[in-house]
């Protein structure tokens, strides 16, 4: 039996060597999608070369010794993930000091998504910054429930306010789901930065270090 480590644990593992086993993750992480209609814009760029200007025995070259163009766009982003602690636990079974860390990998993770942006192009275009609204929900029956449906009318590309009118769909979509289903939550959180709009069923918090300690204390019942 191998010990397995918390990153294969949360994200899983496929091989094809029977040296290791498969790892089914713990966690799923979908693709952020825009909330509307995406504008795509292009940065057209040129490079020159700074050590010929300083070569004497070259004839010195004003052109450009490279052009190019890099696609972007502005958005505001919904995303979604689901972590499985039961099966987080079992994956670490054989892991003594991974799982000992259990409690502390929630926190970390909230964190994490809150505070990580995409790494690409980021000094060109410094596309920093910090989520307008966190919703995290614990459940004791594991049915996950991704809101990305709150979307598939997309908020209008003239809006003045696409973070409010983004935010109102969200809320909308939960009190739906919550109506029609009625799956059970144990407890849900909520941080809206900007909107004094809310889920009907939710805990209001006013700050992120609060809603990630009631979080911790949620996965310890």
Same mark, same amino acid.
């Given at each position: 039996?191998?010990?397995?480590?918390?990153?294969?644990?949360?994200?899983?593992?496929?091989?094809?060597?029977?040296?290791?086993?498969?790892?089914?993750?713990?966690?799923?992480?979908?693709?952020?999608?825009?909330?509307?209609?995406?504008?795509?814009?292009?940065?057209?760029?040129?490079?020159?070369?700074?050590?010929?200007?300083?070569?004497?025995?070259?004839?010195?070259?004003?052109?450009?010794?490279?052009?190019?163009?890099?696609?972007?766009?502005?958005?505001?982003?919904?995303?979604?993930?689901?972590?499985?602690?039961?099966?987080?636990?079992?994956?670490?079974?054989?892991?003594?000091?991974?799982?000992?860390?259990?409690?502390?990998?929630?926190?970390?993770?909230?964190?994490?998504?809150?505070?990580?942006?995409?790494?690409?192009?980021?000094?060109?275009?410094?596309?920093?910054?910090?989520?307008?609204?966190?919703?995290?929900?614990?459940?004791?029956?594991k049915i996950p429930l991704s809101? +990305?449906?709150?979307?598939?009318? %997309? *908020?209008?590309?003239?809006? =003045?306010?696409?973070?409010?009118? @983004?935010?109102?769909? &969200?809320?909308?979509?939960?009190?739906?789901?919550?109506?029609?289903?009625?799956?059970?939550? +144990?407890?849900?959180?909520?941080? %809206? *930065?900007?909107?004094?709009? =809310?889920?009907?069923?939710?805990? @209001?918090?006013?700050? &992120?270090?609060?809603?990630?300690?009631?979080?911790?204390?949620?996965?310890?019942?």
């Amino acid at each position: 039996t191998r010990a397995i480590t918390m990153d294969i644990a949360l994200f899983g593992r496929m091989v094809t060597s029977a040296v290791f086993v498969d790892v089914e993750a713990a966690m799923q992480v979908a693709h952020a999608i825009s909330t509307h209609p995406v504008n795509l814009e292009s940065d057209f760029y040129t490079a020159v070369d700074d050590l010929l200007e300083l070569r004497k025995d070259v004839e010195s070259d004003k052109g450009a010794d490279m052009m190019g163009d890099v696609d972007y766009n502005s958005c505001c982003y919904y995303i979604y993930a689901s972590l499985d602690v039961d099966k987080l636990k079992e994956n670490l079974k054989n892991s003594p000091d991974a799982l000992a860390k259990i409690d502390q990998i929630i926190p970390v993770l909230l964190r994490t998504m809150a505070f990580t942006d995409p790494s690409g192009m980021q000094n060109t275009l410094a596309g920093h910054v910090r989520p307008e609204v966190v919703l995290v929900e614990c459940k004791r029956e594991k049915i996950p429930l991704s809101y +990305a449906n709150a979307y598939a009318e %997309a *908020v209008s590309r003239t809006s =003045s306010k696409v973070v409010q009118d @983004s935010t109102d769909k &969200l809320v909308a979509e939960v009190d739906l789901m919550d109506r029609y289903y009625g799956c059970e939550v +144990a407890h849900r959180g909520w941080m %809206a *930065v900007r909107s004094e709009n =809310s889920p009907e069923h939710c805990e @209001s918090f006013t700050g &992120l270090d609060q809603l990630i300690e009631a979080c911790a204390a949620w996965a310890k019942e």
